[in-house]
Each structure stands twice: as structure tokens, then as C-alpha cells.
């Protein structure tokens, strides 16, 4: 990988950084005006439009985490059509280089670094599937969803139920009985976007040899 090909790479990785950390900052803002209003006790605003958007911008949050992982630790790319084996094979070997090679640019070494896992973004993005799923096993077929509160705010549910709660006092998010902690990936997030921009501005902007 060139210079000019790693500031490429480099400067994606920083706009998926700072696209996520827009979305975090509007989840907060969401949030805060859920909070003014309970405060005040006035009852005027919609509750269910500022879950949306909470869940909205957690979901765009997720969504460009994901593009940020997939750059890092890139899946198996799928086969072309009319593709060689080694033609395949070359492509997967070039693909699995090119996030081995940003990682060590961007110095990450750990192999349980937050932005790794995808599995919240994949409940999100395969919603459909799960929905499927619940309504074959689901025995009473009650079903939560866009709850904002303590987990033990509403009980007497399945955890196959539950689906999409957020707790803004730990950030973590649950997912029929998964919880994942939405804090540790924006911070993991503000981390690498403060390296990658360092770096872009290093290749782009440095003297030529």
C-alpha cells in the first residue's frame, strides 16, 4: 500500500469516525431534552418521536462503527462473477492486507478492541430476520421495543421479547438478552479518529523524499 492509497484509507476511517460521533452527539441531545421535560414535569413533547430519535441515531451511531470496523478487519469479500480461483484468492489476500496494514498504521494490537465485534450492528442491520424469528417462537408474542430506562423498568417479559432498549445511565444497549456497551465504542471511536486524522495530515502533508 502507497502513500497516497494509506491517506485514502486513513481519511475514511476519520469521516466514519466523526459521521459516529455526530450521531452520539445527537443521541445525547435527545436524551437531554427527554430529561428537561421530566424535570419540568410539562408533559408537551412527544415522547415517542424523541425515542425515534434516539434509536435513530444509535442505529446511524452502529451503522458507522460497522464501516469503520469493516475497514479495520475486513470480512471475506464475495466472489465476482467469471473470477478465477486465483484471481479470488489474490483479491481475499490483498483485502485481509489492507486492514492488517491500517490497524498497525492507526497502532491497534488488541484482538478484542470494541469497533471488532459487529453482532449489535448485525441484530440491527438484519432486523428483519430477527422479527422473523420471534414471531415463530415467540409463546405470547409480546414484544418491546424503543424502551429507554433501567432494565428492570419493565418485567415479566422473555428476553427474546425485548428488543432495542437503551439505558442512558450504564449506555448500554440490549438486544433480546444481549447488552452492549454503546460508551466503550464511542470512546474507542474519539480515540482512533484523534490518531487517524494525525496520521492523514503526516502522509498528505509531509515533505516529499
Avoid at 479518529?193 to 516529499?208: C, L, R
Amino acid at each position: 500500500m502507497d502513500e497516497h492509497l494509506k491517506g485514502v484509507y486513513l481519511r475514511e476511517v476519520s469521516k466514519q469516525c466523526d459521521f459516529a460521533l455526530q450521531a452520539a452527539m445527537h443521541v445525547n441531545g435527545a436524551l437531554e431534552v427527554l430529561r428537561s421535560d421530566e424535570l419540568r414535569g410539562s408533559g408537551q413533547i412527544n415522547k415517542n418521536a424523541i425515542h425515534g430519535e434516539v434509536f435513530r441515531n444509535l442505529h446511524s451511531l452502529l451503522t458507522h462503527a460497522s464501516n469503520i470496523s469493516r475497514l479495520l478487519w475486513p470480512p471475506r469479500p464475495l466472489r465476482k462473477r467469471g473470477e478465477t480461483d486465483e484471481q479470488y484468492k489474490a483479491r481475499q489476500a490483498s483485502t485481509s492486507a489492507r486492514g492488517q496494514k491500517l490497524r498497525e498504521l492507526l497502532k491497534i494490537r488488541s484482538n478484542d478492541h470494541p469497533l471488532k465485534s459487529r453482532t449489535l450492528r448485525d441484530h440491527l442491520e438484519h432486523f428483519d430476520e430477527r422479527l422473523d424469528n420471534w414471531a415463530t417462537t415467540s409463546e405470547h408474542r409480546n414484544i418491546l421495543q424503543d424502551y429507554i430506562g433501567p432494565p428492570g423498568g419493565i418485567v415479566g417479559l422473555e428476553a427474546s421479547d425485548r428488543m432495542r432498549e437503551f439505558d442512558p445511565a450504564s449506555t448500554n444497549v440490549t438486544f433480546c438478552g444481549e447488552t452492549y456497551n454503546v460508551q466503550a465504542l464511542v470512546t474507542a471511536i474519539e480515540e482512533l479518529t484523534a490518531t487517524a486524522k494525525q496520521k492523514v495530515e503526516e502522509i498528505w502533508h509531509s515533505p516529499p523524499a
